[in-house]
Nanobody, 115 residues
Framework: QVQLVESGGGLVQPGGSLTLSCTPS????????MGWYRQTPGKQREWVAS???????AYADSVKGRFTIWRDNANIRLTLQMNSLDPEDTAVYYC?????????WGQGTQVTVSS
């Protein structure tokens, strides 16, 4: 099994920045397809960004150019840098990854963008 623990959420004003971190309970090098998702009340969880082995990244159109994801094997965490935040980015953000063919999710961290 793998536990994924997110941190770094909070309240920020529009145009501000936040950094989310996800720390797995196992060596991050053995966890595949790590990424971030988000969900708002009444809506389905949506994919935000992913990083795969080798460092290739992908982003949802809604965050492209504003969010950056990277996986730091040396520091054993997955990070999502969020800039130019908009109230539309308000959501619970979840870290996800796959280990031995099974998908795992963190408990989520709330991000609120409001003035």
């Amino acid at each position: 099994q793998v536990q994924l623990v997110e941190s770094g959420g909070g309240l920020v004003q529009p145009g501000g920045s936040l950094t989310l971190s996800c720390t797995p309970s196992r060596d991050i090098a053995v966890i595949r397809g790590m990424g971030w998702y988000r969900q708002t009340p009444g809506k389905q969880r949506e994919w935000v960004a992913s990083v795969v082995s080798g460092g290739a990244t992908a982003y949802a159109d809604s965050v492209k150019g504003r969010f950056t994801i990277w996986r730091d094997n040396a520091n054993i965490r997955l990070t999502l840098q969020m800039n130019s935040l908009d109230p539309e980015d308000t959501a619970v953000y979840y870290c996800a990854g796959s280990y031995r063919g099974r998908d795992y999710w963190g408990q989520g961290t709330q991000v609120t963008v409001s003035s």
